[in-house]
């Protein structure tokens, strides 16, 4: 449904059919559309959604609007959204907003308001922080039976029935799914047909590391246990894709020379987006100084044989696109978990290999084209066999450089406890950059006996 069908019958006053519109809408599609009317229509189409879907519908939308609507609601609706929300995902709310909005929404948490603060007691990247406390516990004396009535008298509390938790003493014993619940005896013990094959995660695990085990084990929740390996809550799916998708982001634009921000591009200020990107630039423009003093010192050797300039760009470009490649593969390898620092020699020895293959590869691609097009077809003054050679040799050196460069560096960050991401493409480039330069001028010194 398009945005000028709502503004028509906005301006006709039909909020019935504006009703009978999103009773028929997914959330996610409501949640995609409200953004797109200006606030206090934005404001009057929320009040128009059905009870049992606003809920989902306000906490899809993006920060800024949820303020928005936060800030126009009266205290019951405030009271309604906070008692129908999932406490995860009132957190999420309530580290975005300003202090007078937290104040009204913990107000209205009622009996949410403790469960939330433990929840917000928790580092921000730790799985405490990203965990709901909403879900099904069983006793493992109880029978199928009883689980099932359980199910159904707590089960639209809880984020999710698939999976239930055997629980004694506060302890976590063992799984069991709604298939089992469905297919076993009412009369069975719980503790006969649980599954005891746990995988767990501590409070204050990283909320990465957390992700990556949602993605190896392939599970739809994973219980959360506190220092005494007391269960107190479950991380879901869909927090663990939030996180990958944030990880994500943010190792792009480290990637790419620019501080991390969570706001969409369209929702940020030009001046925001100066200040994310200045620093590295004025970094980077101040590192690029070493291959201007190295051009600098062989200021005499480029005015002998000029023909030795034309060639700089090529070899600097491709020694920072080999660097850039393995840097990449590299970072990529950490960030899933394919990659770990003890894993550096047989990374080095890859790299190794590869940077040889596609040295040499490139070395033979280039003195062809120096003597065919540059020198035959192109009559180039200064092109020579001589020349052609030292720039092939320097072209398979720095590609050489580049790719051991580029692969080792993102593992001294992660030695460090840096993020690898920071030791990506630009930062590579102005490196490799002065490698090259070094490697191109000590070679042609050696064959050209002119310089």
């Not at 039909?14 to 959330?27: C, E, G, L, R, V």
């Not at 957190?91 to 913990?106: F, K, Q, S």
């Not at 649980?194 to 409070?203: F, Q, R, S």
């Not at 994973?222 to 809550?233: K, S, W, Y």
Request: with cysteine.
């Amino acid at each position: 449904m398009t945005k000028e069908v709502f503004e028509r019958l906005l301006s006709e006053k039909q909020y019935k059919a504006i009703k009978s519109i999103f009773d028929t809408m997914n959330p996610v599609d409501t949640a995609v559309l409200l953004p797109e009317f200006e606030d206090k229509e934005l404001v009057l189409l929320f009040r128009l959604i059905p009870k049992e879907n606003a809920s989902m519908v306000f906490t899809y939308l993006e920060p800024e609007e949820q303020q928005v609507l936060l800030e126009a609601f009266t205290d019951k609706e405030m009271q309604f959204i906070m008692d129908e929300m999932f406490i995860d995902d009132t957190v999420d709310v309530i580290d975005e907003m300003p202090a007078n909005v937290v104040v009204r929404m913990l107000a209205a948490a009622g009996d949410k308001r403790e469960a939330i603060n433990t929840i917000l007691k928790y580092p921000e990247d730790s799985a405490g922080s990203l965990m709901t406390l909403e879900y099904i516990s069983l006793h493992p004396t109880m029978t199928i039976g009883d689980a099932l009535q359980k199910i159904k008298s707590r089960g639209e509390d809880s984020v999710t029935v698939n999976i239930c938790y055997v629980i004694k003493k506060h302890k976590l014993l063992g799984t069991i799914s709604a298939m089992d619940l469905l297919t076993c005896d009412d009369d069975e013990k719980i503790i006969d047909v649980m599954d005891e094959n746990l995988i767990t995660v501590n409070t204050l695990t990283d909320k990465e590391e957390v992700a990556q085990l949602f993605d190896k084990y392939d599970v739809l929740t994973i219980p959360v246990l506190d220092q005494e390996n007391c269960m107190v809550g479950i991380i879901t799916v869909d927090d663990a894709i939030d996180v990958i998708q944030e990880e994500a982001e943010e190792d792009f634009q480290k990637m790419a020379a620019i501080a991390p921000t969570d706001k969409p591009y369209l929702k940020t200020s030009a001046f925001e987006l100066w200040k994310n990107r200045i620093p590295w630039l004025v970094l980077l423009m101040l590192s690029a100084t070493f291959t201007g003093m190295i051009i600098s010192s062989f200021e005499d050797a480029l005015s002998k044989l000029v023909i030795l300039t034309a060639y700089i760009p090529m070899l600097m470009g491709t020694g920072g696109n080999s660097g850039s490649q393995s840097s990449v593969t590299v970072i990529r390898g950490l960030s899933v978990g394919e990659l770990d620092v003890k894993d550096v020699f047989s990374v080095l020895w890859k790299e190794i290999r590869v940077s040889v293959l596609c040295g040499v590869s490139l070395a033979v691609a280039c003195f062809v084209k120096i003597i065919l097009i540059d020198g035959m077809l192109l009559n180039t003054a200064g092109v020579t066999h001589t020349v052609a050679l030292v720039v092939a040799l320097t072209l398979c050196a720095t590609v050489i450089c580049a790719k051991v460069i580029g692969a080792i560096l993102p593992l001294g960050a992660k030695i460090l406890k840096l993020d690898p991401a920071v030791m990506a493409s630009p930062f590579i480039t102005t490196i490799v950059d002065a490698v090259s330069l070094l490697v191109y001028f000590g070679i042609a010194k050696t064959f050209i006996s002119s310089i």
